[in-house]
T-cell receptor, first 112, second 114 residues
């Protein structure tokens, strides 16, 4: 659904560990989802996408899982690196493919 | 292949002035989207345009805000008589076609209203 709140939840991980970032969406009719990474002062950067006819998709070091039953997305980052530190947003297309609805975002902090 | 370009990157205006934000989509992209982001929040959709047409402006405030994407030149988001609540980051995204393509974002314009 719509993002709300003033304070982003933070996930702190050690360098080299795996990270899992979760996202709930509200529109059961949504059929295309995207994960974006946003570094401080920059625009969102595409990471990986998934369509509703799939439940898993893998990229380089990243995996997205989609559970349509409970309307839940997750982003898994393997061997997390300091350069992965950023805010991560899930986004869904709503009302056709012209309007992205962003989730609230999760800040990932990677510690050496 | 240059990405989505936005200018200016930072814009400071006093209350009551006008703000003009520009967006040049990626080469070959004819669909432009504008989003607004408040601190510590996700992006909120404002408007979707194709060349010379506004397709969906359901996220645009009813007053003071307008957008265009002329046949030649960049897309413009115009805010008249700015107020402090307009202070935000404004992002433009583009895609080559509607329906199946990811939107690629520019670096944003950070508007500060004094």
């Amino acid at each position: 659904g719509e993002s709300v709140g003033l304070h982003l939840p933070t996930l702190s991980v050690q360098e080299g560990d795996n990270s899992i970032i979760n996202c709930a969406y509200s529109n059961s009719a949504s059929d295309y989802f995207i994960w974006y990474k946003q570094e401080s002062g920059k625009g969102p950067q595409f990471i990986i996408d998934i369509r509703s006819n799939m439940d898993k998709r893998q990229g380089q070091r990243v995996t997205v899982l989609l559970n349509k039953t409970v309307k839940h997305l997750s982003l898994q980052i393997a061997a997390t690196q300091p350069g992965d530190s950023a805010v991560y947003f899930c986004a869904e297309f709503s009302g056709g493919y012209n309007k992205l609805i962003f989730g609230a975002g999760t800040r990932l902090a990677v510690h050496p | 292949n240059a990405g989505v370009m936005q200018n200016p990157r930072h814009l400071v205006r006093r209350r009551g002035q006008e703000a003009r934000l520009r967006c040049s989509p990626m080469k070959g992209h004819s669909h432009v989207y504008w989003y607004r982001q408040l601190p510590e929040e996700g992006l909120k959709f404002m408007v979707y345009l194709q060349k010379e047409n506004i397709i969906d402006e359901s996220g645009m405030p009813k007053e003071r805000f307008s957008a265009e994407f002329p046949k030649e030149g960049p897309s413009i988001l115009r805010i008249q008589q700015v107020v402090r609540g307009d202070s935000a980051a404004y992002f433009c995204a583009s895609s080559p076609v509607e329906g199946t393509d990811t939107q690629y974002f520019g670096p944003g314009t950070r508007l500060t209203v004094l």
